[in-house]
């Protein structure tokens, strides 16, 4: 850039009255900050504050639908992450994108091999690279195969990619989440080093730790707006913890019916192991919604889907009692989501595109999809009784806003999740887990899915409730398990279950797991 | 034209999960009163291979009446395409779960030397019997190496096609397996009830009860869902892979049953009948009548107006002499059109 001698140490991004919307969810709303050349800018907040989403933006690799960025004083529109690029500004997503089939060094000049006449050449690659990763002090060999890095090794990959396209602003999303402590320390390095040389550096992080050991600026975001842009000097993790607190206005809550005190217990979870699950063991009792809470990838779906066996299963046992009776049946480990279904556990999924509806499918068939036998004689599907149960269900969970024959697309986000619902309930489990059941939906939808969350645990069901909006777990919950790395690091009821609290064990101590 | 569509200008974007707007719209008017654009465009969907079907229906009547519209001529091609009828019949199934089945013209020449063999001075019940049983097994194997072993039915269906070619081969040396002599097999295909051949009866029968099961039974619907969202099937306890095995199964036998009504019309069977042309030409059928490649939609009726709309084509350029040649061109352009329609209609309505 020619200006950049001028602003070397001026400021680098502006952000003003930055707004983002998906669907009906406003993911942010009025943020304004500035970012100075050369500086480690942290943001940080709860799982849905926004920060991912901010730092795409910065990226250019989502547009905002409102506000104006401006890079080194000059307004900026990314068309795509090329034109970012172009700019000087480069974003390493969580996903990494390294071709493992190439070398590093190819993966490192992607797209601005040197060349002569169309043919690469490789002796100028390796010396280009050899002299780049000298510059930054990575020791990485770079004939190695991309493909067999460590992780920690290919984010060196990613930032050197960066690098050799003159990225003067490097946007890195949750870059240690993956990482062991000692390549955590290493890529702190890094980061340090890059900020030294003069590249600007955006952070964002779930570990509080993390941030106030690198960052020079942190920036809170809460529910999409920006609370407060701070330095990190002066700041400890329970400050930043306060200012990412706080109540939205929108939500308000179902009155919890409490559970009776001699509820029978009727999901009871032992030592499960599963992937991303490191033994966790709970009761659920009849009547109750019991929330888990925790960051995302702390292991609250992978319990979910290890309950319901859509998951393997490595050790560990689940007992479902069902019906009135006092005898329990275990249910089997198969992998198999249909004898979990028979032994009386639903689950409505994560993502109701892709693991819950059938998009291209009327709603008749989405909700009659798991209990066709009910409706069917000698395997013939009953078109009149089909439909009568199909209606009777939909009026239930109240889901409007179309006809049975309609296509299951057609409708809102939030009458789709009540597909998923009426589809759980016609099967009249025992024990309903929900997972994320009010992502994307909008004010209204939700309002309504607490209510009907409540109304079956007057009807004795027992419900598990996973949800990332810790108002939710709080406002509907009669306990909470909070989750990290795969386990259930607290149980939490009455006046302790608080934001703070739940915050506070998610995100755990200093040490990492 | 096969998909009549018009150009809606509309610059509606994509509907995003929770955003109302256009669906809730639509919804609220009364049905045929939606937007004017997505209403017609659905119809269009809808409708499908009805309108050109009719079109080139007529045009022929008009053009060629005395020849085309006779009879004897049409139940000349009800007979004539019965077995390319129920092989597609049963590849729709395949496709709407999520599948494809590339080795029916193999299983197709297995079944009918195999049946044919056992004809030629043997039990003809028990020939036509062991044959479709065979392709029955065939399917089975397709369907587990495609759900089981989890390769892909493209690549799976391919390479069994060779392995079945060349046992088909084994059994006949190379040769053309003849039974002139079993009268009995003959009756199979060619015996005429009310002016319309075995052959075509069974097809009718087969094609009917395909329909049946496609839209009416837990199986049917369990196709469509395993097609239109494996996952979200296996969480709603489908059985996803165990589906797709019966549909390959289904579709093997149905490949046998095929080549074994031709090999009875004609006394005669080969280990090159059938093959790859046929393979193709059922899977135009398939694809021409709107069934969508990529699972979770579709018709058995679909695919019967398909299969004949392309054997009308066929018909046509005979009566009027035109250059077979140009024929291959014209299937070529309706089935480009036939998946550019789907794609199209699918980038517009998700």
């Known amino acids: 850039m020619a200006d950049s001698d001028q602003n070397l140490q001026g400021v680098h991004v502006e952000l003003r009255d930055i ?316 992998g198999n989501p249909r004898t979990a279904m028979r032994a009386g556990i639903q689950m409505i999924p994560e993502s109701r595109k892709d693991q819950g509806l059938l998009l291209g499918r009327p709603v008749r068939e989405n909700v009659s999809l798991s209990t066709l036998a009910q409706v069917s004689r000698l395997g013939l599907v009953q078109p009149g009784p ?103 690091v607290t149980e939490l009821a009455g006046e302790n279950a608080t934001e703070a609290a739940i915050l506070g064990a998610a995100f755990g101590a200093v040490e990492r797991p | 034209m096969t998909q009549p569509q018009a150009a809606p200008p509309a610059p509606e974007k994509p509907e995003q999960p929770g955003e109302p707007g256009r669906a809730a719209r639509r919804l609220a008017l009364p049905g045929g009163f939606g937007l004017p654009q997505s209403g017609f465009l659905a119809q269009a969907r809808q409708g499908g291979i009805v309108y050109p079907f009719i079109v080139l229906f007529l045009v022929l009547t008009i053009w060629k009446g005395s020849l085309f519209a006779d009879r004897t001529n049409l139940l000349e091609i009800l007979d004539q395409q019965a077995s390319y009828l129920i092989i597609a019949a049963a590849g729709t199934m395949v496709m709407i779960a999520g599948g494809i089945d590339l080795s029916v013209g193999a299983t197709y020449a297995l079944c009918q030397v195999i049946a044919t063999k056992m004809a030629e001075g043997g039990n003809p019940v028990l020939a036509i019997l062991v044959g479709v049983l065979i392709g029955v097994g065939v399917g089975a194997v397709n369907g587990v190496i495609a759900t089981f072993f989890r390769i892909n039915s493209l690549i799976a269906t391919l390479a069994m096609s060779f392995v079945i070619t060349g046992v088909a081969s084994l059994v006949t040396n190379g040769n053309l397996i003849i039974a002139y002599s079993a009268l009995g097999f003959a009756h199979f295909a060619r015996t005429e009830f009310l002016d319309v051949t075995t052959a075509a009866w069974t097809m009718i029968g087969v094609v009917l009860i395909f329909g049946i099961v496609l839209s009416r039974t837990i199986a049917g619907r369990y196709m469509y869902a395993a097609g239109s969202n494996a996952e979200a099937a296996r969480l709603a306890g489908v059985r996803v892979q165990w589906i797709k095995l019966v549909t390959f199964a289904i579709s093997g036998g149905a490949a046998g049953l095929g080549g074994i009504i031709d090999a009875s019309r004609v006394l005669s069977a080969s280990s090159q009948n059938g093959g790859t042309a046929l393979t193709f030409t059922v899977l135009a059928g398939i694809v021409v009548g709107g069934t969508s490649i990529l699972g979770g939609s579709g018709a058995i009726w679909r695919t019967f107006m398909g299969v004949l709309f392309i054997a009308i084509i066929g018909n046509g350029f005979t009566l009027l002499a035109w250059n077979p040649l140009y024929e291959q061109i014209t299937l070529g352009v309706i089935l480009l059109l036939a998946v550019g329609g789907d794609a199209w209609s699918r980038l517009r309505t998700t």
């Open chain 1, 19 to 334: 707004g983002k919307s998906f669907g009906g969810t406003r993911a942010l709303e009025g943020v304004s900050l500035t970012i100075s050349r050369g500086s480690i800018h942290a943001l940080v907040g709860e799982n849905g504050a926004g920060k991912s989403t901010l730092g795409k933006i910065i990226a250019g690799a989502l547009a905002p639908d409102d506000g104006q960025l401006l890079l080194a004083g000059e307004p900026v529109r990314f068309r795509s992450p090329r034109d970012a690029i172009n700019a000087g500004v480069n974003l390493i997503a969580q996903e990494l994108s390294i071709m493992g089939s190439l070398t590093v060094e190819q993966n490192v000049f992607l797209g601005v091999e040197p060349s002569q006449a169309g043919f690469q050449n490789r002796r100028e690659l390796r010396r280009r690279y050899n002299e780049l990763a000298a510059s930054v002090g990575f020791e990485l060999d770079g004939g190695g195969n991309a493909g067999t890095l460590r992780t920690a090794d290919k984010q060196k990959v990613e930032i050197l990619r960066a690098l050799c396209r003159n990225a003067e602003l490097i946007v890195m999303d949750e870059p240690t989440a993956a990482l062991s402590r000692p390549d955590v320390d290493a890529l702190h390095g890094v980061i340090r080093q890059l900020a030294r040389n003069g590249t600007t550096v955006v952070l964002v992080s779930h570990f509080l730790g993390e941030v106030l050991e690198l960052a020079d600026e942190v920036t809170i975001l809460r529910d999409g707006r920006l609370v407060q842009t701070v330095p990190a000097v002066g700041q400890t993790e329970e400050s930043l913890m306060a200012a990412m607190l706080g109540r939205s206005l929108d939500a308000t809550f179902p009155a919890k019916r409490p559970a009776a005190a001699d509820a029978r217990t009727v999901l009871s979870v032992r030592d499960l192991v599963a992937p991303g699950v490191n033994g966790v063991s709970f009761d659920l009792r009849a009547g109750e919604i019991l929330g888990l809470a925790g960051l995302v990838g702390a292991g609250r779906t992978e319990v979910a889907r290890a309950i319901y066996r859509a998951n393997r299963v490595q050790s560990g046992s689940v007992t479902v009692s069902a019906g009135g009776r006092t005898d329990a049946h275990q249910v089997t480990v198969t």
């Open chain 1, 386 to 488: 089909e439909r009568r149960t199909v209606r009777a269900m939909l009026s239930r969970v109240d889901a409007r806003g179309g006809g049975q024959s309609d296509p299951a697309s057609a409708l809102s986000g939030g009458n789709q999740q009540k597909l998923l619902f009426a589809r759980s309930l016609l099967s009249d489990p025992t024990v309903l887990i929900a997972d994320e059941p009010t992502r994307g939906v909008d004010v209204g939808a939700k309002r309504a899915i607490y209510e009907l969350l409540t109304t079956l645990t007057a009807d004795g069901l027992g419900i598990l409730l996973i949800s990332s909006d810790v108002e939710e777990i709080l406002g509907l919950a009669h306990r909470v398990l909070v989750m990290r790395g795969g386990r259930v």
